[in-house]
């Protein structure tokens, strides 16, 4: 059976329809038609000029990502720029080129819920919602509560890191954790509300650091926070083109910010 690029899409939103994006978002097909044949997908978090290189190198005709390529109006296109450089490329090559962004951070078993699943989180809902059961963010309850000190290393280890930000570890338990992936910091004021001890997100801004007494901040990163959206997505589209080539980037630890 022959597959088009509107097969592919229809199944990614029947996941994360587009209607829920924010309303400054550009999820959607950006590069390509629907129409367009596809037989093998490469998944990656950003659609960089490396990606569609390997997206050609491996014989790729569709690139799905969590950001978008093309975020906001390109007034030119010449390859003195990532976005531009990709652009090019991956129109040269004949390449589709899809994301979902919001709208797979504001599904429940999206991007937050993702990181929810990592922690174990049990009853989880969604922590800022639209009143239609999406929305940014989830909360729910750890198995048992933690120490500061015993989230701090729950945390680094279920999320593979070398080092993150926290606010002033709170004293008492923490039982209930709220966490959105990507940038978060608007979301904090939803956190306290649910009821949560700690909230956890990524580019947290340094006067959001003074937190309020038993409530506690960590900043994991934007990266970290986000880059399981891409097993998920995978997933997805795997279990519904069984006969596709899908795949993940070869170099899916591709984080722009680096730590020394």
Known sequence: ????????????????????????????????????????VLLGLDCTPELVDEAIECGADMIVTHHPLIFSGLKKITPDDPVGEAVIKAVRAGISVYAAHTSADKVIAGVSGAMAARLGLRNVQILDEDGDGTGLGVVGDLPEPVTSAQAVQLVKEKFNLKAMRSSRPVEGL????????????????????????????????YHNFFTREGFMIMDIGHYESEIEIVDVLFSLIKKNFPTFAVRITQNIYNNPIFYF
């Open 1 to 40: 059976m022959e597959y088009k690029v509107r097969d592919v899409t229809d199944v990614i939103e029947r996941f994360a329809p587009l209607s829920i994006q924010e309303g400054w978002d550009n999820s959607g097909l950006c590069i390509g038609s629907g129409e367009a044949p596809v037989t093998s």
């Open 174 to 205: 923490i039982s209930r954790v709220a966490m959105c992936g990507g940038s978060g910091g608007s979301l904090i004021g939803a956190a306290q509300r649910s009821g949560a001890q700690l909230y956890i997100s990524g580019d947290i801004s």
